[in-house]
């Protein structure tokens, strides 16, 4: 006579499950991970079908001593994980029904292992995004303080990768600061539509036994129970939507990695990286290499890979649930783990970038950036815009024939372009003076710049 292979679906069924298959359909492995997720809903799950009276007090203390038990074997690592009971949940059920005996066999009353791995993801993923959003605030503070500091540091502006306007160093940083900003205000908003319970759903449509889904919701953190049972044993949008924030998150640290390769470069030579998070080469002893920017830079396309998969694995796919829904784990444990990871690499080193203040001056001198200083100069002297932006564009012309920059031309120089320039022209063609003038909320001054970062502080603070 044939064994099913597994004693919590095994019944109907006359041959044991082939040993290829049951490895191929197996979970375990990587969603052993929720291990203190689906005790935390077994908990509650308990606690409720003993006020409920489908247990009894008893009974229930029981379940919840010997799942405190299996979670302390599973973190000292006394507990054997078997692929031939599926997944994390079955694992659990069956060594809490060894330790306890049939009494463990009750705890699955009133739920399926739909509702139940929807719940635990969503809790697993409601913790993961309270981790992920800690670290986005240490880079942010790390950011706001460096930024700070370096308020008056003068460095080029680029549009095209090409010399634009002078700005701060200061000033860049808090660009990145509001990137990382409305990255956490996405989490954030994720996080609400996470936080809702389909435990209670069943396999598709809910349970005859008299649950209480409030109680466990609250029990669980959660905001609210869900409202229809086909939806939320088979709704992954969240996790979409998670691993959509995700993208976005690695997009802005590949944009930050892209100009720290870049001004770590010989050629630029803005900044310093510490060398803890740079390595060598195996040939060329000269080499310190910007490894953690540019892994980081290279993770992005992994993450926008598990977007699309996630899009793809839910498109086509009929209520309620599905074993599709299994490839969704992996996907998104892996989006966790390098979205993580990349966030507390930048937040350990941001702090310690060094700018290298000379070298950024003297290339902010280069490519006649306070062009568009000396065209606003001309429009307050009384000429058109359109007039002042070929008169200028005709000094640069000039600049470049003679390898001058505006500001290091005469008056007598300049005053052939226009004699409505005087020689008060040279307080706008500084760098300083170029920065300065833009004293206006959100602009490069560098009183504008502390006063943002006092805000992006304070704004920090409250979370």
């Not at 998670?242 to 470069?265: D, G, K, Y």
């Not at 396309?301 to 793809?312: E, K, N, P, Q, V």
């Amino acid at each position: 006579m044939s064994q099913p292979t597994n004693s919590a679906w095994g019944g109907r069924f006359s041959e044991a499950t082939d040993a290829f298959v049951q490895r191929f359909t197996a979970s375990v492995e990587f969603d052993q991970r929720m291990y203190a997720q689906d005790i935390q809903g077994s908990i509650a799950h308990a606690t409720m079908l003993a006020k409920v009276g489908v247990l009894t007090d008893a009974e229930r203390d029981d379940i919840i001593k010997g799942l405190g038990e299996i979670k302390a074997d599973i973190e000292a690592g006394n507990f054997e994980w078997s692929i031939a009971l599926e997944d994390v949940h079955m694992n659990i059920e069956a060594a809490l029904t060894a330790k306890i005996g049939i009494t463990g066999k009750k705890l699955h009353t009133g739920r399926s292992r739909n509702d139940q791995v929807a719940t635990d993801i969503r809790l697993y993923l409601r913790d993961e995004i309270d981790h992920m959003s800690a670290e986005i605030t240490r880079l942010q503070t790390g950011l706001i303080e460096l930024a700070t500091k370096e308020a008056d540091t003068i460095m080029p502006g680029f549009t095209h990768l090409q010399t634009a306007q002078p700005v701060t160093f200061g000033h860049h940083l808090l660009a990145w600061n509001e990137m990382l900003e409305r990255d956490f205000a996405r989490l954030q908003d994720c996080r609400k539509r996470t936080n809702v319970m389909p435990l209670g759903a069943a396999a598709l449509a809910g349970t005859t036994y008299p649950i209480d889904r409030a109680m466990t919701a609250e029990l669980l953190g959660f905001d609210a129970p869900t409202e229809n049972s086909l939806d939320s044993v088979s709704d992954r949008d969240f996790a979409i939507e998670f691993t959509a924030a995700c993208a976005t998150i690695m997009m802005h640290l590949s944009r930050f990695s892209e100009e720290l390769v870049l001004w770590a470069s010989a050629q630029f030579n803005f900044i310093d990286l510490p060398d803890r998070f740079c390595t060598g080469s195996s040939i060329m002893p000269q080499k310190k290499n910007p490894d953690v920017p540019e892994l980081v830079r290279g993770k992005a396309g992994r993450i926008f890979g598990h977007l699309i998969g996630l899009l793809t694995l839910m498109k086509s796919q009929p209520l309620a649930y599905n074993k599709d829904n299994q490839e969704d784990k992996e996907p998104l444990f892996d989006t966790i783990d390098n979205v993580g990871g990349s966030l507390r690499a930048f937040a350990d080193m941001m702090p310690f970038v060094v700018s290298k203040k000379e070298v950024m001056r003297e290339a902010a001198l280069r490519g006649f950036s306070t062009a568009t200083d000396l065209a606003d100069y001309l429009v307050r002297k009384g000429v058109a815009f359109r007039d002042s932006h070929e008169i200028v564009g005709s000094a640069v012309g000039y600049g470049v024939k003679t390898g001058k920059d505006l500001g290091e031309m005469s008056l007598e120089e300049l005053q052939q372009f226009g004699d409505m320039i005087t020689d008060d022209v040279f307080e706008v063609l500084t760098l300083e003076g170029s920065v300065s003038a833009r004293d206006h909320l959100g602009g490069t001054a560098p009183n504008q710049v502390r006063a943002a970062a006092k805000r992006a502080a304070e704004k920090i603070a409250k979370r």
